[in-house]
């Protein structure tokens, strides 16, 4: 789907959250702009990713600045790459996706016409061309690039992914461990191997990151954690989620844009 005009005409603004002007994710992705609009960035050589320097320095004023560098015991381990922080490697994937920006590799980063228009546009708008990027024009393993999983989803993975999500009721708690096994059996999710445990927990994992955890950025789902231990570690797993009526707006809009 690629996006021509970034003006998507939205008359039920009544449906969605009130709290969409302070959604965060919309909030950092401004961030994000106004600093490429106001500095000239060059794209790293190999990849065409941010500079590290630039990463720092936009993701300070993001509404949850992320964690840059990782301290464990008496080391800290520096920032190498912009992949190793999530929250602007996402808003760059999707601002490429929704072509918001020009440039690349050893090039200059820009806004492009459409980046321009989009700061310009009303909140829910840019949300909702954010979230339609996502589903249409990126490919959904780069929140998940678990070795294993391949270069590409199986044929119609979104599509059936968004007639699953769309069949549940809204505010309504779903076991997330009866969907994702109902999911990966309709999609034809893989991940190759012979431990049988293992496989599902991985591809529950898949589930949970690419999509569960992308609409909660979006405000479309709220989540319940379960505690879960492995010998003496005890970490969360997720129990429930429920689609918010923020998420029912989002994805029926998905269905007829």
Not at 90 to 98: I, K, P, S, V
Not at 165 to 183: R, Y
Not at 237 to 249: A, M, R, W, Y
Request: proline share 5%; net charge neutral.
């Amino acid at each position: 789907m690629k996006h021509e005009n970034i003006s998507y005409k939205v008359t039920a603004q009544v449906k969605f959250d009130p709290s969409t002007d302070t959604l965060p994710l919309r909030l950092d992705m401004v961030t994000m702009l106004e600093y490429l609009r106001d500095h000239k960035i060059t794209g790293t050589q190999s990849t065409g990713n941010f500079p590290l320097k630039a990463i720092r320095e936009i993701t300070a004023h993001f509404v949850k600045p992320p964690v840059i560098d990782t301290v464990i015991g008496e080391r800290t381990y520096k920032l190498r790459r912009e992949e190793e922080v999530w929250a602007i490697h996402f808003l760059h994937t999707l601002a490429d996706a929704g072509e918001l920006l020009s440039g690349g590799q050893a090039r200059q980063i820009r806004l492009t016409s459409n980046g321009e228009k989009f700061l310009r546009t009303a909140p829910i708008n840019q949300i909702m061309y954010m979230f339609s990027s996502w589903w249409f024009n990126v490919n959904w393993i780069i929140a998940y690039p678990f070795e294993g999983m391949g270069e590409s989803l199986p044929p119609k993975f979104t599509r059936k992914t968004l007639a699953q999500l769309c069949a549940l009721p809204v505010d309504t708690w779903q076991d997330f461990d009866a969907f994702a096994d109902e999911l990966i059996q309709v999609t034809g999710l893989k991940w190759p191997s012979q431990d049988t445990s293992f496989h599902r927990m991985i591809l529950h994992g898949a589930v949970e990151q690419m999509i569960i955890r992308i609409l909660a950025d979006f405000g479309g789902t709220e989540r319940k954690y379960r505690d879960k231990f492995i010998g003496n570690s005890k970490f969360q797993e997720l129990d429930q989620f429920k689609i918010t009526p923020s998420g029912q707006f989002l994805l029926n809009f998905l269905k007829n844009p």
